[in-house]
């Protein structure tokens, strides 16, 4: 099978597209490249949709934190603190456990035990639990001026949150946001490694990775290769984050930029 | 001349303290009967019984060492052991990279086990672990495989539903059936026997090895130990 | 391990479950905790050496070190530590084994690579095939320790590289007026600076560090998470004196309890160790201090 071949036979494998039966006997490197980059697929779609929704939640849970109110504080400091303070397989292992009990109430939870959605809800929780964190730790730091002059304005309730709190949370924390996107996709791997099943061979960067290795017994060839595609991956979150960083702080003037920049860099 | 005669002395040396050297015997240390952790923490099962009868008719000194199944032959061409131990059916693909003993075990045939005798295995779901021969045998069947990390997940999945039937090797059902599973009728041959793996630079080591499986083979006290640990059928 | 354990099948309750609890595989456990918080103990102050290493290259002012103090932070950044542990700690072994076999064996004239084998002579291999398993296990540790170093050294690096940033310039313009060299301002003023504005950052990846031992069995080292994962595991009578069933739940119960456990503690000895470093520096938290205590 020539090369082009095999990228119009693999790309899409990983979805279930494509040809049925997985590469045998000769193990080229571009069927390693084909496939492996096949199951980064999944990778980005759990980090990619996992951040979305889980930013929404984090800011929830930073608010949450620091409300003044017990009956919202205390849920969220116990929410974080356990999904903080536990490895991530063992998230994994408990949610699989408990959706298979749900499983038997209702038919409603049947999806809950394939990995799109079931490993999805919890690295969504896991990175709300972590930017929440670190989205709290920039509430904190909030200049007081800042929320003074809203007040003199006028300001009050969700107007000065949007305007004004909001707004300067984000870009104090933006650059340990970067890092916890970074870690999400590095945690993405772990999904069939330890956790939830692979149907129909149908897996992640990392579950082809182990596919090949198994195969050739090399592993100094499948695992450098996903290295690179997370390597670039990482890069892109890099830029796109740096992009959204730099609109973040436009209205700053260049030398305060800076500024910011250090500060936020140690409330991770 | 004379440096030659002492290259070959010094050869002859360095052979003779290989010998004085300890084998290193690698196994997984997870799959009963064949290797497991017995309650004191010692590596125990049809293979360490096996290996230490193997060293001591070929006159080694050997050693046990853990390892994890999915690195076991990385780490055995990059030398951390010496030899695989660890029920490791024969197949040409690892035969492409490492050299085996002969056989000590005939091929152990896979079987199916679910909840009941009657199961659509072409269009139900077929559990196993991941990356296995019994997992690249239902994929080439082209029905639906489901697999898992660990074989104990695998039956799990068919006690909960997740999966119709199990496909994995027949001793290891052995141990898990009752309870509701069943074993099916049907049975699989894949792979060839049970042999122990060496580096193929290591030729020296599996003579000594081929030669004590022989000798137990032909003095009936292999046929005594498959029967004690029921791994499998007898020679 | 007590006198009325000899016959576990006639034993009930509490009885029964103290037996099974100091089995010698229950000992193993035990054991892998130490093993895993020794390890954590080592790790530690190695990353941070590597990562202040790292990131002093990368404000160097000789180019090829700056590039790989900068290199070496982004590459193993983006590398997932899962995937760098599976093939890296048996690069490392043979990268040692290789350069012992050119010290030790210069007239050795097989080729290294034997089609996939990878031969050196027997006095270059690490340890020696002869020493014994305690001495195996110890080398398989510390390759760990260096495996987990050079990844966490470089998350490290790129957290003292910020914070050596963040430290006021006005501070170092100082020392320059008052004709200290480059060098002393390096590390009379930024080193005891810094490490307020690292903290933080540092303390994180520490949490991160506890949660990343679960990958330790992929290094060849026996730690918690795999003797749960073993003990938990069904077992038949035939081959067990202490026959169960899936317990999985329960010991992964214990070990939830346990890393919670232990990064609780992290946070409050953490928590201490920022407060005292605060004191005295020019920050917001440093001047909310001076202005409670006064």
Redesign the interface.
């Known amino acids: 099978m020539s090369c082009v071949e095999t990228i119009q036979a693999y790309a899409f494998r990983s979805i279930g597209f494509g040809e049925?039966?997985?590469p045998k006997g000769e193990y080229t490197l571009c069927e390693h490249f084909t496939l492996i980059g096949s199951g980064m697929i999944w990778n980005i779609y759990f980090g990619f949709v996992a951040l979305l929704t889980g930013f929404f939640f984090a800011v929830a849970l930073a608010v949450g934190k620091n409300s003044a109110n017990p009956a919202w504080r205390k849920p969220a400091e116990w929410f974080i603190?356990?999904f903080?303070?536990?490895?991530?397989?063992?998230q994994f292992?408990?949610a699989y456990?408990c959706f298979?009990n749900l499983?038997?109430v209702s038919s409603f939870f049947d999806p809950f035990?394939s990995a799109w959605l079931g490993a999805l809800i919890v690295l969504f929780c896991n990175t709300a639990a972590y930017s929440g964190e670190i989205f709290y730790?920039a509430l904190l730091?909030v200049p007081k001026g800042d929320i003074e002059a809203a007040d003199a304005y006028g300001m009050t309730g969700w107007k000065r949150f949007r305007r004004i709190t909001f707004p300067t949370m984000m870009r104090l924390a933006w650059?340990?946001y970067t890092?916890e996107a970074?870690?999400l996709?590095?945690?993405t791997?772990?999904v069939f490694?330890?956790g939830f099943?692979?149907?129909?061979?149908k897996?992640d960067a990392?579950?082809y990775?182990?596919?090949f290795?198994?195969?050739?017994?090399?592993?100094?060839v499948p695992?450098?290769i996903?290295?690179f595609y997370?390597?670039l991956?990482?890069?892109v979150i890099i830029l796109l984050f740096g992009f959204v960083n730099r609109q973040l702080n436009r209205h700053l003037p260049q030398e305060r930029r800076e500024k910011i920049r250090?500060?936020a860099?140690?409330?991770? | 001349m004379k440096s030659l005669i002492l290259g070959t002395a010094a050869l002859a040396l360095t052979a003779g303290m290989g010998l004085a050297d300890t084998v290193r015997m690698g196994t997984e240390g997870a799959y009963a009967p064949w290797n497991f952790v017995n309650d004191a923490g010692e590596i125990d099962g049809f293979e360490r019984e096996l290996g230490d009868e193997l060293c001591k008719r070929a006159e080694l000194t050997c050693e046990w060492v853990k390892n994890d199944w999915d690195s076991i032959i990385p780490n055995l061409v990059s030398g951390n052991y010496d030899t695989i131990i660890a029920g490791m059916s024969i197949t040409d693909e690892r035969d492409e990279v490492i050299d085996f003993t002969q056989a000590y075990t005939p091929p152990d045939p896979s079987a199916y086990v679910a909840l009941s005798a009657d199961v659509d295995l072409a269009g139900g779901v077929v559990a196993a672990q991941a990356t296995t021969i019994q997992a690249g045998f239902i994929a080439d069947q082209g029905w639906t495989l489901v697999e898992f990390a660990t074989p104990e997940e695998t039956v799990a999945a068919v006690r909960n539903g997740e999966a119709d039937a199990v496909l994995a090797d027949k001793s290891f059902l052995d141990s898990v059936i009752g309870d509701g599973l069943v074993m099916l009728e049907r049975q699989e041959a894949l792979g060839g026997g049970v042999g122990m793996g060496v580096r193929e630079s290591d030729q020296e080591l599996r003579g000594k090895f081929d030669a004590a499986i022989q000798s137990m083979k032909d003095d009936g006290s292999l046929n005594a130990l498959i029967a004690k640990w029921e791994v499998s059928s007898q020679w | 391990m007590f006198s009325y354990c000899t016959d576990p099948s006639t034993l009930e309750g509490l009885s029964w479950l103290s037996c099974y609890l100091t089995t010698g595989k229950h000992v193993n456990l035990y054991i892998s905790v130490i093993v895993v918080l020794t390890l954590l103990a080592i790790t530690a102050p190695t990353a941070l050496l590597f990562g202040f290493g790292a990131a002093s290259a990368a404000r160097s002012q000789f180019l090829p070190l700056r590039w790989f103090g900068k290199g070496y932070t982004s590459i193993v950044r983006g590398v997932p530590d899962i995937a760098f542990f599976l093939f890296f700690v048996i690069a490392l072994d043979q990268a040692f084994e290789w350069m012992r076999h050119k010290v030790k064996c210069p007239d050795w004239d097989q080729p290294i690579r034997q089609g996939i084998d990878f031969v050196v002579c027997d006095a270059a291999k690490l340890p020696l095939s002869s020493s014994p398993q305690w001495v195996h296990e110890t080398y398989g540790f510390f390759l760990a320790v260096l495996t987990f170093s050079i990844v966490f050294g470089a998350f490290a690096a790129n957290v003292l590289y910020g914070a050596m940033q963040a430290v006021p310039r006005a501070q170092i313009e100082t020392a320059e007026a008052y004709g200290m060299s480059n060098r002393q301002a390096f590390w009379r003023i930024l080193v005891p600076q810094m490490w307020v504005y690292a903290l933080p950052g540092l303390s994180n990846l520490w949490m991160v560090l506890i949660k990343a031992t679960p990958l330790l069995f992929l290094l060849g080292v026996e730690d918690i998470v795999y003797w749960a994962r073993e003990l938990g595991g069904t077992k038949a009578a035939k081959f067990t004196a202490y026959p169960h069933p899936n317990w999985h739940v329960w010991y992964f119960a214990a070990l939830l309890v346990f890393y919670l456990c232990f990064t609780k503690v992290s946070e409050v000895v953490l928590g201490r160790i920022m407060a005292r470093l605060t004191k005295g520096q020019a920050t917001a938290a440093g001047e909310a201090q001076r202005k409670a205590a006064a």
């Open positions: 049925r039966l997985l603190f356990i903080r303070g536990s490895p991530l397989f063992i292992f408990f456990a298979l499983k038997g035990t730790g730091s650059p340990a890092n970074i870690f996709f590095h945690a791997t772990l490694f330890s099943p692979a149907w129909r061979q897996g990392l579950y990775a182990s596919y290795a198994d195969k050739t017994f090399n592993p100094f695992y450098p996903l290295a997370f390597i991956l990482t890069l250090w500060r860099n140690l409330i991770r």
